[in-house]
C-alpha cells in the first residue's frame, strides 16, 4: 500500500515538472532505497550535544487484558540523520516547518568523490569535483537535489572513524575530521547552478576543522536546506534517483531528525 501510495505522488510530480529531461524513473520498477540511519543508543551528535534518549513508558499486558506499548524519546535537533533549516546559520531565513516541499522531493543527483575523501579526512569537496561530474553527465539541472558520496556512512556508528574522535565535549570540537563542502564550491552552486538542497553522508556539510562554517551561512543564507549524516549513496545512480527528504516538522526549528528515502529504476 505505502508503495502504491508512493508511486501514485511520484507520478504527479514527474508530470507536474516541465523538466521532462531528467524524469527517468520507470513507475513500474521502481526500487525504495531508505538514506536514513536508525536513531537509537549508537546514533551519532555532535561531541557537545546530548545523545539520543529513548525511554519506555508502557510495555506489556495492561489491567484489561490486551498488549500495549508506548515509548517516550529526546533528542538534539542536529544529530544522526537530519536536517539543517536556513535559520540555523541565517537570521530570519526559513525555518524547519517553513522550508517549501519543493525544496524537498525531487530528483537527485550523486556525486561521488569517496575515492578522494577516504584517502584525506580533511578532504573539500570543491568546484573541480563538480565540473567533473558535468563532463561525464552534463550540466546540474535546476532544482536538483545534490547528494555528495563520501564513502563515511560505512563507518557508521563508529565515532573515531566517522568523526576523527570518540570524544566528547567542547575539546573533542578540535580534534574532529571528516570531509566537507568547500566554501568556494558553496559559492558556486549558488550562483552558478540552481540547487534545491544539498546532503552528504558526514556529521557536517562543513569539514571537520571548520571553525566559521562557511558552507553553512553560504548555502543557509541563499534558503537551501543541507541533509546531514545520510546513508546508502552507494546504492544511487549519478542521476535519476527521486528524494523525498522530510523532516520532523517542528515549528521554529533550526533543523530536525530526517527520514530521508529514494525511487530509483531497480532494473
Known amino acids: 500500500m505505502i508503495k502504491i501510495i ?14 521532462t529531461k531528467h524524469s527517468s524513473i520507470n513507475l513500474d520498477t521502481v526500487k525504495i532505497i531508505d538514506l536514513t540511519h536508525p536513531f537509537d543508543k549508537e546514533t551519532i551528535y555532535w561531541p557537545t550535544a546530548e545523545s539520543f534518549k529513548f525511554d519506555t513508558v508502557f510495555a506489556g499486558i495492561t489491567d484489561k487484558g490486551f498488549y500495549y506499548t ?62 567533473n561530474w558535468e563532463d561525464k553527465n552534463g550540466k546540474i539541472f535546476d532544482g536538483a ?19 576523527g574522535t570518540a570524544e566528547l565535549g567542547q575539546n573533542a570540537v578540535a580534534k574532529l575530521h571528516f570531509p566537507g563542502l568547500d566554501p568556494k564550491a558553496a559559492e558556486w552552486l549558488t550562483n552558478k547552478r540552481k540547487i534545491n538542497a544539498i546532503g552528504l553522508d558526514t556529521p557536517s556539510i562543513d569539514y571537520g576543522q571548520s571553525v566559521l562554517f562557511k558552507s553553512h551561512q553560504i548555502l543557509l543564507k541563499n534558503n537551501i536546506p543541507v541533509f546531514e549524516n545520510v546513508t546508502n549513496l552507494d546504492k544511487l545512480p549519478s542521476q535519476g534517483a527521486f528524494v523525498f527528504a522530510l523532516p520532523m516538522k517542528i515549528k521554529g526549528g533550526s533543523g530536525g531528525p530526517l527520514r530521508i528515502v529514494a525511487l530509483v529504476n531497480s532494473d
Open 70 to 131: 508506548a515509548f517516550q524519546f529526546c533528542s538534539a535537533e542536529h544529530g544522526g540523520t537530519h536536517l539543517d533549516a536556513p535559520i540555523h546559520f541565517a537570521k530570519d531565513k526559513q525555518t524547519v516547518d517553513k522550508i517549501p516541499l519543493t525544496n524537498l522531493i525531487g530528483k537527485a543527483i550523486v556525486i561521488d568523490i569517496k575515492e578522494k575523501a577516504l584517502e584525506n579526512k580533511d578532504y573539500l569537496i570543491g568546484i573541480d569535483d563538480f565540473k
Open 145 to 163: 537535489i545534490v547528494l555528495l558520496n563520501t564513502g563515511y556512512a560505512r563507518f557508521w556508528p563508529d565515532r573515531e572513524k566517522y568523526m
Open 6 to 19: 508512493l508511486i501514485s505522488i511520484i507520478t504527479s510530480l514527474i508530470l507536474f515538472s516541465c523538466n
